[in-house]
T-cell receptor, first 113, second 112 residues
């Protein structure tokens, strides 16, 4: 079965600084990878996804992620964060041809002014 | 458009009540999902409907009863819930099973 590890439970960062949220996965088969964002008291919004092709994936709100198969990682990056990026971010994986999305524990990004 | 709607936004119910949560999508998606999310935790899968048939039940207690009346609607019927069932209930849909899931805003349930 596949699993997801988000290495940081909280990441504090100053406004306009770059940020990286780390995600590692384990699976014995090919997988698809996703990052979702959850603002307080809201549902999950899809930020970006990797299905196949280019390993650098661009998403909404200036975020991007890079799929690294050898390191089984899918880290999320943003070159300059805003206060409005404060939220919880979930990495998720689903195996190819599967139908069960498995989430990491989440990383709370706190952007300080 | 990737909108999934859920009603109600908030629900308070007693342990003897019967209530239902509703989820709707008009994207022609053929898979729909129910998740439960406790505070400070990731969503946990409860049920998956594929082509209007229940395909996954993650050993959810029978006090939760899902229903898929048609390809656009997904209900979750609640009966005799416990206070520990208080959580955010999220619905999601995908074009087909295993494809990108789009989530609704959730129903925040409080069981007294």
């Amino acid at each position: 079965a596949q699993s997801v590890t988000q290495l940081d439970s909280q990441v504090p960062v100053f406004e306009e600084a770059p940020v990286e949220l780390r995600c590692n996965y384990s699976s014995s088969v090919s997988v698809y990878l996703f990052w979702y964002v959850q603002y307080p008291n809201q549902g999950l919004q899809l930020l970006l996804k990797y299905l196949s092709g280019s390993t650098l994936v661009k998403g909404i709100n200036g975020f991007e992620a890079e799929f690294n198969k050898s390191q089984t990682s899918f880290h999320l990056r943003k070159p300059s964060v805003h206060i409005s990026d404060t939220a919880e971010y979930f990495c998720a994986v689903i195996k190819e041809y599967g139908n069960k999305l498995v989430f990491g524990a989440g990383t709370i990004l706190r952007v300080k002014s | 458009d990737t909108e999934v709607t859920q009603t109600p936004k908030h629900l308070v119910m007693g342990m003897t009540n019967k209530k239902s949560l509703k989820c709707e999508q008009h994207m022609g998606h053929r898979a729909m999902y129910w998740y439960k999310q406790k505070a400070k935790k990731p969503p946990e899968l409860m049920f998956v409907y594929s082509y209007e048939k229940l395909s996954i039940n993650e050993s959810v207690p029978s006090r939760f009863s899902p229903e898929c009346p048609n390809s656009s609607l997904l209900n979750l019927h609640l009966h005799a819930l416990q206070p520990e069932d208080s959580a955010l209930y999220l619905c999601a849909s995908s074009q087909n099973p295993g494809e990108t899931q789009y989530f609704g805003p959730g129903t925040r349930l409080l069981v007294l």
